[in-house]
């Protein structure tokens, strides 16, 4: 299974007593937004492989992770954050990584740094903790804002 490293880890540990251990990456909560809008809502629990979701059906299928699908697996959730990557064939994908803090492409990793922003879009991706809004995260909403008035007078 290509997903494997993203969400498990065999460590044996070798001794008096051959032992070996398989590490679950714990739950993972984390909602979709389009600007400040939450249109997903996803918990993932790796260890149970269940995905228990809600999305916003008001809103076009297009900016939805999962459209249309009646029962999300946990490898629909990892192409979802590997479709919010950049191409594993970038190039220069290695110093990409390195300005990241990754020594691998693992698009779970890449996309909790990045938040699964696109230029094309601006739908995002807010991890559970995370006390983000669009403009902290997106730099071309960011971008697009009025400048405080308290910037402008200043000298």
Same mark, same amino acid.
């Not at 697996?73 to 994908?93: A, K």
């Not at 669009?134 to 007078?153: G, I, K, Y």
């Given at each position: ?30 909602? $979709? *937004? ?7 809502? /996803?918990?993932? &629990?790796?260890?149970?492989? @269940?995905?228990? %979701? ?41 110093? $990409? *990584? ?7 492409? /693992?698009?779970? &990793?890449?996309?909790?740094? @990045?938040?699964? %922003? ?38």
């Amino acid at each position: 299974m290509i997903y494997y490293k993203q969400f498990m880890v065999k460590i044996s540990i070798r001794g008096a007593n051959e032992m070996s251990h398989t590490l679950i990456s714990p739950p993972l909560a984390f909602e $979709v *937004l389009e600007h400040d809008r939450v249109i997903a809502k /996803v918990q993932l &629990d790796y260890r149970n492989q @269940t995905v228990q %979701v809600w999305q916003d059906e008001s809103i076009s299928p297009v900016f939805l992770p999962f459209p249309a699908k009646q029962k999300v697996q946990v490898s629909d959730v990892l192409d979802y954050f590997e479709s919010r990557c950049f191409p594993r064939t970038r190039h220069h994908r290695e110093k $990409v *990584l390195q300005a990241l803090g990754l020594r691998e492409y /693992v698009p779970t &990793d890449i996309v909790k740094k @990045t938040h699964g %922003v696109l230029y094309d879009d601006y739908v995002w991706i807010r991890f559970a903790g995370e006390e983000l809004r669009c403009v902290d995260v997106h730099p071309r909403f960011a971008s697009e804002q009025e400048p405080p008035p308290e910037l402008c007078n200043e000298q």
